[in-house]
C-alpha cells in the first residue's frame, strides 16, 4: 500500500503529464482525467489538494521551476567572464525568460496569479528573482541586486498579465517579439540608470 506522499506524487506527476499532453490548455483536464491517468479514486484528488484548481496551480509551478532553473548559469560558469556588462546580461537573461513566458501563456498566466495569491520563498516569481541576480556580478551591494531583480520580476509580470491591452497600458504591443524585447531593454536600463549614472 503506497503512502499519503507516494500517492500525492503519482496525482502530481499523473496531472503534469496531462497538462504538457493538452499544450498547456488545463480546460481539457478534468478531475475524473486526473484520476483515471493517476489510477486512484476521484475523491483523492480533493483530499489531498483540495480541489482539482490547487493540483494544476502546484504542476504548473513545478514545469515552470524545471525551465526557470534552466535559465540560471552553472556556478563554474558564474565566474567565467562572458565578455557582457551586467545590464547586457540582464537583458539577455530577462529577454530569455519572457520569450519563455509567452510561449506557454496559459500556464505562465496560472503561476503568476497563484504566487500573487501566496508569494513564498520558492515561488516561480521569487526564483526567477534569484536568477536575474545572477546576471549582476560586478560590484553591486546585494540589497541592489534583490531590489533590481525584484523590480524587474515584478514590471514583467505585471506587464504580462495586461495580456492584448499590453499596448495601450504600457506603451509597447508585448505580443510582437520586437516590442516585447524593447520593452526588457528600455525596462533594465531604466532600473540599471542610476547604478552606472547612465
Known amino acids: 500500500m503506497k503512502n499519503s506522499n507516494e500517492v500525492k506524487e ?15 490548455d488545463i480546460k ?45 548559469p ?31 501563456y496559459s500556464l505562465i498566466k496560472i503561476s503568476i496569479l497563484s504566487d500573487f495569491a501566496n508569494y513564498q ?12 541576480r545572477f546576471a549582476l556580478r560586478n560590484n553591486i551591494p546585494e540589497n541592489r541586486k534583490k531590489l533590481i531583480a525584484f523590480s524587474l520580476t515584478s514590471i514583467m509580470q505585471t506587464a504580462f498579465l495586461t495580456g492584448e491591452n499590453s499596448e495601450a497600458i504600457t506603451g509597447y504591443n508585448l505580443m510582437d517579439k520586437e516590442q516585447r524585447d524593447r520593452f526588457v531593454s528600455d525596462t533594465v536600463s531604466t532600473l540599471m540608470e542610476d547604478v552606472y549614472g547612465n
Do not use: W
Open 121 to 132: 520563498p520558492q515561488s516561480n516569481s521569487v526564483l526567477t528573482q534569484m536568477g536575474f
Open 10 to 24: 503519482i496525482i502530481i506527476n499523473s496531472t503534469i503529464k496531462l497538462i504538457e499532453q493538452s499544450n498547456g
Open 74 to 104: 552553472d556556478k563554474v560558469d558564474y565566474v567565467k567572464d562572458d565578455g557582457l556588462t551586467d545590464k547586457e546580461r540582464l537583458i539577455s537573461f530577462a529577454t530569455q525568460t519572457y520569450d519563455f513566458l509567452y510561449a506557454n
Open 28 to 72: 481539457k483536464i478534468t478531475s475524473r482525467s486526473i484520476a483515471e491517468k493517476s489510477g486512484i479514486a476521484l475523491g483523492l484528488i480533493n483530499y489531498h489538494f483540495e480541489s482539482k484548481e490547487k493540483l494544476i496551480a502546484l504542476c504548473v509551478q513545478r514545469i515552470i521551476n524545471n525551465v526557470l532553473m534552466s535559465f540560471a
